[in-house]
T-cell receptor
Framework: KAGVTQTPRYLIKTRGQQVTLSCSPI?????VSWYQQTPGQGLQFLFE???????NKGNFPGRFSGRQFSNSRSEMNVSTLELGDSALYLC??????????????FGPGTRLLVL | GNSVTQMEGPVTLSEEAFLTINCTYT??????LFWYVQYPGEGLQLLLK?????DKGSNKGFEATYRKETTSFHLEKGSVQVSDSAVYFC???????????FGRGTSLIVHP
């Protein structure tokens, strides 16, 4: 079974631009969560989608948004990029019905650099 | 709020040395506790977990015991290998919540 895939793997943007990251979950998984990983803040929860609905949200500004499609694939969008948005963005999928962090499978991440 | 504190890295060891990575937490109630490992270029993988006080999680030679009295969940391994070189994250998840809180990660470097 294929794992969680994230595209692109690397991205360079400039301040003020916007960016869209994509995550394809493991086949059959209906929940997708997004995390931001930085050296200073560590790993922080962004949001979780299940059946095309945002179910949980972390403490991030409205510039960070996401959506999930009917095939469970998810996209994350960051508008008006700031230097501090440079990070590794991780996606994780799970079957999702019960919602348990220990059943999540993580993708390799998208490394975003904002110049 | 909830928080997880891990020892600063990097931790540098020789092969076959004993490993301890300290983790303490602050949370209301009795959260579940986890250790994750992130190998270079890969996403996080669940290494072990414990869901109640005095539980011991173990996997691949790694162990951690849920200590409620000291609010700790230290990761240990008796004899590390070069292949254990990675970043290790301690995390908690409150009961009834799906939102985990992670520590900042501890990099482990094992030399031959």
């Amino acid at each position: 079974k294929a794992g969680v895939t994230q595209t692109p793997r690397y991205l360079i943007k400039t301040r003020g631009q916007q960016v869209t990251l994509s995550c394809s979950p493991i086949s059959g998984h209906r929940s997708v969560s997004w995390y931001q990983q930085t050296p200073g803040q560590g790993l922080q929860f962004l949001f979780e989608y299940f059946s095309e609905t945002q179910r949980n949200k972390g403490n991030f500004p409205g510039r960070f948004s996401g959506r999930q499609f009917s095939n469970s694939r998810s996209e994350m969008n960051v508008s008006t990029l700031e230097l501090g948005d440079s990070a590794l963005y991780l996606c994780a999928s799970s079957l999702g019905l019960a919602g348990s962090v220990e059943t999540q499978y993580f993708g390799p991440g998208t490394r975003l650099l904002v110049l | 709020g909830n928080s997880v504190t891990q020892m600063e890295g990097p931790v540098t060891l020789s092969e076959e040395a004993f490993l301890t990575i300290n983790c303490t937490y602050t949370a209301t109630g009795y959260p579940s506790l986890f250790w994750y490992v992130q190998y270079p270029g890969e996403g996080l993988q669940l290494l072990l977990k414990a869901t109640k006080a005095d539980d011991k999680g173990s996997n691949k030679g790694f162990e951690a015991t849920y200590r409620k009295e000291t609010t700790s969940f230290h990761l240990e391994k008796g004899s590390v290998q070069v292949s254990d070189s990675a970043v290790y994250f301690c995390a908690l998840c409150p009961r009834g919540s799906y939102i985990p809180t992670f520590g900042r990660g501890t990099s482990l470097i094992v030399h031959p």
